[in-house]
């Protein structure tokens, strides 16, 4: 079946450096979505992607949909402690009746 | 964005047991989904929760295991019968946002231990 790669599995980094990760498909997607998860909670959507090549920002986050349909980064600039916890790609495919599938996440560390 | 209130948030059950939870939503919608995080894992759909007829389940999740309702448009349960200590995950609704940023909501889960 379908699935998303998705990459760093975790990032150690420290307070105030820029973080980049990103998901790859074999498979073209025409909807991809950036979550954050923190523990005890559901995942919150961060940004959504429609359209290939669609450069979206949200604060110090950045997200691409590649133009090949098959793939999506996210960059977090100047990080905060805050930002520690998951982040889910999720891409949405014309073939599964709105149904979306997730990556494995990346887990994000701010060392002290 | 749609509102979810997803009950109970937590639960420790005994195995063989079984356990019904309720996901209201603050608006009426067409696309309910119920997923499972196993720990430290991703989301999984289990199924999508269809108004007015039966669930549509994913492959490896059947309907005796994870029997749901979806009685309404704002509305849907899903229960765990017969636990096992491998049911121990968090569940999660989801609506599709379609009025709001986009992609889909989530509830904040259910938290579930089997002993």
């Known amino acids: 079946g379908q699935q998303l790669n998705q990459s760093p599995q975790s990032m150690f980094i420290q307070e105030g450096e820029d973080v980049s990760m990103n998901c790859t498909s074999s498979s073209i997607f025409n909807t991809w979505l950036w979550y954050k998860q923190d523990p005890g909670e559901g995942p919150v959507l961060l940004i959504a992607l429609y359209k290939a090549g669609e450069l979206t920002s949200n604060g110090r986050l950045t997200a691409q949909f590649g133009i090949t349909r098959k793939d999506s980064f996210l960059n977090i600039s100047a990080s905060i402690p805050s930002d520690v916890g998951i982040y889910f790609c999720?891409?949405?495919?014309?073939?599964?009746?709105?149904?979306?599938?997730f990556g494995k996440g990346t887990r994000l560390h701010i060392l002290p | 964005s749609a509102v979810i209130s997803q009950k109970p948030s937590r639960d420790i059950c005994q195995r063989g047991t079984s356990l019904t939870i309720q996901c209201q939503v603050d608006?009426?919608?067409?696309?309910m989904f119920w997923y499972r995080q196993q720990p430290g894992q991703s989301l999984t759909l289990i199924a999508t929760?269809?108004?007015?007829?039966?669930?549509?389940?994913e492959s490896g999740f059947v309907i005796d295991k994870f029997p749901i309702s979806r009685p309404n448009l704002t509305f849907s349960t899903l229960t765990v019968s017969n636990m096992s200590p491998e049911d121990s995950s968090i569940y999660l609704c989801s609506v599709e946002d379609r009025a709001g940023a986009g992609g889909y909501t989530f509830g904040s889960g259910t938290r579930l231990t089997v002993v």
């Open positions: 929760a269809n108004q007015g007829s039966e669930a549509t389940y």
């Open positions: 999720a891409g949405h495919s014309m073939n599964r009746d709105d149904k979306i599938i």
């Open positions: 608006s009426q919608v067409t696309m």
